[in-house]
């Protein structure tokens, strides 16, 4: 018997408990409708938007470059890869410079998705191979596709040098700073 008067006790001690703790639950949420509730349900709603920040890293401002633009200084008449950090996950395919512009696609070789963010960055050089402008290429995958056809790996691009530089460039150097398929 005083094992089962001992349960019982147990489970009145649980019980009350339990239901102090709604009691201050519903107090301190103001689950009642009190004036507290009423004062959180009127007006607009604040939006939380959540922040980070970690301790050394700047946030970037601009487009993504290439420092490689730099560092390469290509003979007239040619075009060259730049060096990026996604040269791992793609090849260039079918280029072509005429002067007034360069074109060509950008086959993704990581895996078989939609490329749904790219950028292609193109360096202009003189007869020197010195950089003497740039110009891009972006491409976002719009949110409206569906996926009923196979996926797009191949990305086509063309890239018009700048006015500024227009009858001086005559090389060019290719690279992609921002590459990001599913």
Request: charged share 15%; with cysteine; aromatic share 6%.
């Amino acid at each position: 018997m005083k094992t089962r008067s001992g349960i019982a006790a147990a489970l009145s001690v649980f019980a009350i408990c339990a239901v102090v703790g709604v009691a201050v639950y519903a107090a301190a949420t103001g689950a009642h409708g009190d004036a507290r509730t009423a004062a959180s349900t009127a007006g607009p709603a604040t939006q939380f938007t959540p922040q980070s920040t970690f301790a050394g890293l700047t946030p970037s401002t601009g487009n993504p470059e290439l420092e490689s633009l730099n560092l390469v200084h290509p003979s007239p008449g040619t075009i060259v890869a730049a060096a990026g950090p996604f040269d791992d996950r793609f090849v260039l395919e079918d280029l072509t410079f005429d002067g007034g512009a360069v074109w060509g696609a950008v086959r993704v070789t990581s895996d078989v998705s939609d490329v749904l963010d790219l950028e292609v960055l193109a360096g202009f050089y003189d007869a020197d191979g010195v950089l003497v402008g740039n110009g891009r290429f972006v491409h976002h995958l719009s949110e409206d596709t569906t996926h009923i056809e196979p996926p797009i790996e191949r990305q086509e691009f063309t890239i018009a040098v700048p006015g500024d530089v227009s009858g001086r460039a005559v090389a060019v150097s290719i690279g992609v700073p921002v590459l990001v398929n599913e």
